[in-house]
């Protein structure tokens, strides 16, 4: 995972969404809610963190919506979560949360929850596949979903939920130049997480690991 693509760079907005349909899938991985099989991130120490926190805390099952909006020079839509909220308060995020009993899928419950966070209309939305799942210390297992999003959508915030949403240029966030590399301790051993500061946005931990794992799926061989 730590490894980079001098030649990322190079690659077109359409041969983005190319490789990404070629290279993604609507499979759900087990470990999405099977507590024995524990993500790997490819960090000795996180995966660590990560097995210990797999027997310490309940499996908490959630999907996110990488939105790529399609512009001439494609973003990627962001939220900054509520203040108030007692996970991740104030935090850069995708639009996503917990997958309830009711959603048919994971890609089901993004939608769902993008429409409730934000107010993204689906039939903006067309989604191309899920990326890898995503394990973080307080016992989420994400599932991403990629997701191609057309231009002209309107927005509504819910307030209970997230403060603010934008948007940042894909190629910035697909620049490896841009991913800083943090460590961090966690009991002893040292665990590495990602960094991509844009502006006045500092988009770290999860999302920025999220978005790290979207440029080695799609710009590296």
């Known amino acids: 995972m730590l490894g980079t693509d001098p030649a990322a760079g190079s690659v077109s907005s359409a041969e983005f969404f190319d490789r990404a349909r070629e290279r993604l899938r609507?499979?759900?991985?087990?470990?999405l809610n099977d507590a024995?099989?524990?993500?790997?991130?490819?960090?000795?120490g996180t995966d660590r963190m990560l097995r210990i926190v797999a027997k310490e805390l309940p499996i908490r099952p959630a999907a996110v919506l990488i939105p790529v909006v399609e512009h001439a020079e494609p973003t990627v839509l962001l939220t900054m979560r509520a203040a108030h909220m007692k996970d991740h308060a104030s935090q850069i995020a995708f639009p996503g949360g917990k997958i309830d009993a009711t959603d048919r899928s994971p890609l089901d419950a993004a939608l769902r929850e993008a429409e409730e966070e934000?107010?993204?209309?689906?039939?903006?939305v067309d989604p191309i596949g899920y990326l890898d799942l995503y394990g973080?210390?307080?016992?989420?297992?994400?599932?991403p979903t990629v997701a191609r999003v057309k231009p002209g959508f309107a927005l509504t915030i819910n307030k209970s939920e997230v403060d603010d949403a934008f948007e940042v240029p894909l190629a910035f966030l697909m620049d490896p130049d841009n991913h800083q590399l943090h460590r961090k301790e966690f009991r002893g051993a040292m665990r590495s997480y990602y960094a991509m500061p844009f502006a006045e946005r500092y988009i770290w931990g999860a999302t920025a690991g999220i978005l790290r794992v979207l440029y080695e799926r799609i710009y590296l061989p």
């Open 26 to 31: 609507f499979d759900v991985p087990p470990g």
């Open 136 to 143: 973080t210390g307080f016992g989420f297992r994400i599932l």
């Open 36 to 44: 024995s099989i524990v993500p790997e991130s490819g960090d000795h």
């Open 118 to 124: 934000i107010g993204l209309d689906r039939s903006f």
